[in-house]
């Protein structure tokens, strides 16, 4: 079993920067791919970022290309969503997710392991 903790979420303004983390307990996590999803009220989940189990392939939901940077620690055993520029329609709860995989994964439905979410609420 892994446990993921999702922290960094707070209020801020718009154009200012977050950084959220994702720490894992229960098992290391080195071989496993994580991921980012955020849920707007009234909206479905959707993908923001993922990174394989090395940490050398990510991709990013066109939404937040070019702000925003996924990455993993594994000497902490926590993954980090780097979140820059943002804007009022980046507020959400926004969960980790991970997979024992050396994949890229997407799709949400792909994880067995997610955190319990992380409020990010930006102002204009």
């Known amino acids: 079993q892994v446990q993921l903790v999702e922290s960094g979420g707070g209020l801020v303004q718009a154009g200012e920067s977050l950084r959220l983390s994702c720490t894992a307990s229960?098992?290391?996590?080195?071989?496993?791919?994580m991921g980012w999803f955020r849920q707007a009220p009234g909206k479905e989940r959707e993908f923001v970022a993922a990174?394989?189990?090395?940490?050398?392939?990510?991709e990013y939901a066109d939404s937040v290309k070019g702000r925003s940077t996924i990455s993993k620690n594994y000497a902490k055993n926590t993954a980090y969503l780097q979140l820059d520029s943002l804007k009022p329609e980046d507020t959400a709860i926004y969960y980790c997710?991970?997979?024992?995989?050396?994949?890229?994964?997407?799709?949400?439905?792909?994880?067995?392991?997610w955190g319990q979410g992380t409020q990010v609420t930006v102002s204009s």
């Open positions: 229960g098992r290391a996590f080195s071989n496993y791919a």
């Open positions: 997710a991970a997979e024992p995989s050396f994949g890229l994964i997407v799709q949400g439905d792909r994880y067995t392991y």
């Open positions: 990174v394989n189990w090395s940490g050398g392939s990510t």
